[in-house]
């Protein structure tokens, strides 16, 4: 390391939405609020170190995941960086090089973007305090990272916490806002969802073919858009009942409606398109029969992919991973699946 090179790091993990965020407008804002639980295993480890002086006009030099170059990724970083320059004013001061590292494959469908961007995020936090405004509290730092990340990638705002989290606007949430997430006390949540753990199911490993961003766009005009504006908030509303109260079915039934709903959306819109694969559907089925079977409340939530997160309590931790792997394992790709589940949050990397 040179005299004049400076190194700063956040681990930073992704998040699983309960209640879907679908749908924005104007700068990232979320067309109507969602609930997510911050993930443990799933985390992306973002080395940034930095230099006196831009050589071009770039800010972003090299960037790697996994030890290999990344275009695609790199080029929406620089253009997140470029957009970030009044609000941080040093970046027109300094290039960046970043070395980035994620503990899960990217054919999981796990939003790597959520987790690199609230790491990048804490970086900028991390280097505004040092030649900015230092933020004046723990939460006004991590609020101004939720801020800059949902910039950079709206679910990305929920990452900056650990466990459950809120962003955008809700009567029920005081101080929610559209602008950056916050953390749900944990007084409001009950014993029953501490732990909480989250089996990812791998049914499909192929890229997906309609990306996110072109799904948030075909909500603008979508026939059913507000109707689920009030769905949301509906089942915001109820989730945050059944997290106080600790009604695992009532969280059985929102979290599985606001995964059929996503994809439902994304049936409804035009041009329809589907992401849930057979397997997906088998699964599913699976979860159900099991459910009803055994009575576990056990249930499955999906992002913008075909892959099943199934959400389980930990006092059923045996008898679940037992049944994935002799019911479910085999048909998973490549009998693949991520033991993940509730996290702390991100850290602070030292060198
Ligand atoms: C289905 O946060 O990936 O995972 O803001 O365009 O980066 P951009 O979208 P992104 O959308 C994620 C949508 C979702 C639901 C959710 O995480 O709430």
New binding site residues.
Partial sequence: MSATERVVGWESPS???L????G?HGN?LPMNP?L?FTLKNSVVRLKARYFPGNSDSSILQEFTLNGSQNQKFLNRIESFLQSQKLRYPFLNTISIDIESQSTFPHSAGI?S??AA?SALALVLETLNDTFGKKSSSQQEFFRKASYSA?L?????C?SVYGGYTV?GSTPAVTNASDDYAIQIDSNDIHPVFDNIHDAILIADAGEKAV???Q??NLMQNHPYRNSRIIQAGKNLETLLYALKTGEEQLFVEIVENEALT?HGLMMTSNPGYVLMKPNTLLMIEKIREFRLQTGVNMCFT???GPNIHLIYFDKDKRIVREWIENNMKSLCCNESWIDDGLGEGPIPLTF
């Fill in positions: 998040n699983i939405a209640v879907k965020y679908w924005k990232q969602s997510s939003a973007s959520a961007f949902r950079g990638s709206g679910s990305a929920r962003w990306s996110s961003s799904g948030h996503l999906l992002d913008a």
